[in-house]
C-alpha cells in the first residue's frame, strides 16, 4: 500500500508466496477493508490500517482475475477463469450466488454507481450486462475481436467503457438514445427481424412513430463512417441551407429527418 501524499509505501501484504500471486485487488467503500484475489483461486480479505488478514474465502474457480465490491459495501463480486462471476456476502463470508456467464474467462468486472447493473468483460470479446438484483441479463455488447479485458462505468452510468487486445469502445447504455439513433440511421425499416439482430435483448416494439408519415431525406454530407459510440451534434439549418458551424470530424452521414425538423444532425465521434 501506498501513501498518495508522500508517495512512499506504508504497508506489504504478503502474496508471494507459491500460487498466492493477487491478480487484482479493491478497496471497500469505507476504506477499511481490502479485497484481492489471484492464482490460488482464494478471496483474501485484508485489514487496510493493519495489513493482517482478515479472512481466506475459497472462491473455487481456479484463477481468479477481477474483485470489485459494490456501493453499498456489502457485496463482493469476483471474476474467474471458468466463465463464472460470484457474488458474496461480506458480512457472512459467504458465496450467496454463482452466475455462468460464458464458456471462456471473465476477466474483467464492473458495477455502476447505484449498484444496480453488473458488467462483465469476457476472453469471446462479449461484454455482458446483467441487473444484480434479479441476476437476469440485460444486455450483451459484443464488438472486441481479440477478448474483451475491462469495463468501467461513467459516474452517471449512461456509458460503459471496455478494453480489449484491440480496441477501447465506448458504450452508450440510453436505451432512449440509442432508439433514436437507430430510427435516425434506418428510419421506417426496422422490422422484427431486424430489431432482434441489432438489440436481441430487447423485446420488440415499435419505436420510429414520426417515420409511418413519409420523411424528408436531408443528404448532410455523403460518406458512410462506423465507430462504436456516437455523439450527435447539430450543425446545419436545412431550411437556410447553410452550416451554422463546422462538423466536427470528416464523417458523412445520411438521415432522414422528422416531418417537422428542420435542423440536421450528424454523428462524431465522442472525443476521448
Known amino acids: 500500500m501506498w501513501d498518495t501524499g508522500s508517495r512512499r509505501s506504508v504497508a506489504v501484504l504478503d502474496t508471494t508466496s507459491p500460487k498466492r500471486k493477487a491478480q487484482a ?8 477493508t481490502i479485497a484481492s484475489v489471484g492464482e490460488d483461486s482464494t478471496l483474501r480479505l485484508w485489514g487496510a490500517r493493519s495489513g493482517r488478514s482478515l479472512a481466506v474465502l475459497d ?22 477463469n471458468d466463465g463464472t462471476v460470484h457474488l458474496w456476502d461480506v458480512r457472512t463470508r459467504t458465496r450467496r450466488a454463482t452466475l ?5 474467462t471473465v476477466y474483467g468486472i464492473a458495477v455502476d ?14 461484454v455482458q450486462l446483467r441487473d444484480i438484483a434479479s441476476k437476469r441479463r440485460t444486455a450483451t455488447l459484443t464488438g472486441h475481436t481479440l477478448g474483451a479485458i475491462t469495463a468501467a462505468f461513467s459516474p452517471s452510468g449512461s456509458t460503459l467503457v471496455s478494453s480489449g ?9 440510453d436505451a432512449g438514445r440509442a432508439t433514436r439513433h437507430i430510427c435516425e ?31 424528408r431525406r436531408a443528404v448532410l ?18 431550411r437556410a441551407g447553410r452550416a451554422s ?22 454523428a462524431v465521434p465522442e472525443a476521448l
Do not use: E
Open 221 to 238: 454530407l455523403d460518406t458512410p463512417c462506423l465507430w462504436t459510440r456516437s455523439q450527435f451534434q447539430t450543425y446545419g439549418d436545412i
Open 25 to 32: 485487488v479493491h478497496f471497500s467503500p469505507d476504506g477499511r
Open 165 to 173: 487486445n484491440d480496441t477501447i469502445r465506448l458504450w452508450d447504455l
Open 113 to 126: 454507481a447505484k449498484g444496480t447493473s453488473l458488467a462483465v468483460a469476457n476472453s469471446d470479446g462479449t
Open 185 to 215: 440511421v434506418v428510419g421506417p425499416s426496422v422490422d422484427r427481424d431486424r430489431w432482434h439482430k441489432l438489440m436481441p435483448d430487447v423485446a420488440f416494439h415499435t419505436p420510429c412513430s414520426w417515420t409511418r408519415r413519409a420523411p
Open 59 to 80: 472462491n473455487r474457480a481456479g484463477m481468479t482475475f477481477d474483485v470489485v465490491h459494490a456501493p453499498d459495501g456489502r457485496t463482493l463480486i469476483t471474476g474467474n
Open 100 to 104: 455462468d456467464i460464458s464458456d471462456g
Open 245 to 266: 458551424r463546422s462538423p466536427a470530424s470528416g464523417c458523412r452521414p445520411t438521415h432522414d429527418l422528422p416531418p417537422n425538423g428542420h435542423r440536421g444532425c450528424a
